[in-house]
């Protein structure tokens, strides 16, 4: 079987779980919306500002929730900025009013701006902070809430990147953020593991998704990007999702305060495959 070609073969590890995941209309987080889904959770697709795509990966949820024999699944589209507090607390509501549950929240929605750092716009810099790291914290607020005041445990998984341990000149809020995310799981890991929670990080390398445009489309700068990955390709949205299912699932039920790197050995530094001259 090709590298990228994915396996239907996995199980169906989520049914009964509820899960919302936020930023889930493209990209990473529409195919872990799909993953849940294909593994029986009913999901809550969060979006920003494209709500035709929020329901493409609804059609795509419910498909893969059918066809893999879990029936109609209660799955829905909800619309929030996570930089916003009180749009937060009105998708929670929204949320929390219809299924009366949650057993999982995927703090995925984020973006980066690249720029000089003493050039820096600070209006930027504030918004992806908001998003990426704020957004995380806020939601996780509310999820935590509703775990503690129903008991019974759930978790909680953010979405990282390998910038939270490799800087990412050019684009220093973004680094900022995905740092800031270690002790944001970590933290709330030691916090709340006493009620039965769980709290990871899962740390994608170079995927292919919307966010990488700059060379996502160009076969010579995605070779130059595929060059620096020790496995020697880009990851693809589905071998991330994959993670967030074994996370989300009892298979990980002694797991918390972790981050789990998907990067094709990018962590692994990868200017060492050489000796230098020694
Ligand atoms: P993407 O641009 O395709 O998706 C990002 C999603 O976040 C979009 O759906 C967008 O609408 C949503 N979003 C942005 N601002 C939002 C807001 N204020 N409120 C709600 N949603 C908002 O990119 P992606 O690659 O799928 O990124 C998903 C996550 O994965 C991000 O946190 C990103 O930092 C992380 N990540 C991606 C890569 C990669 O190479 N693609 C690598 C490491 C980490």
Redesign the pocket.
Known sequence: MPQTERSTQFPSRLVGQYALV??????????VAIRLAEEGATVAI?????VE?AEETLALARKASSDRGHGRLDHVVVQ?????EKEIAAMFETILARWKRLDCLV??????AESSSEALDIETYR?II???LN?AVFCAQKALAHFVARGGGGSIIN?????QIIPKPGYLA?SI??GGMANLTRTLALEFAGRGIRVNAV??????????AAWRDDPRKRGEVASHIPLGR??T?EE?AAVFAFLASDEASYITGQTIYA?GGLTLFPEFRENWAS
């Open positions: 936020t930023g889930a209309s493209q990209g990473i987080g529409r195919a969060n979006y920003f500002g494209h795509r929030a900025d996570v930089a916003s703090n995925n929605a984020g973006f980066q918004r908001d998003v990426n957004g979405c990282s990147s390998v910038h973004y953020s995905k740390g994608p390398g170079a995927i292919d998704t919307p966010i990488n880009v990851g949205p991330i990067c």
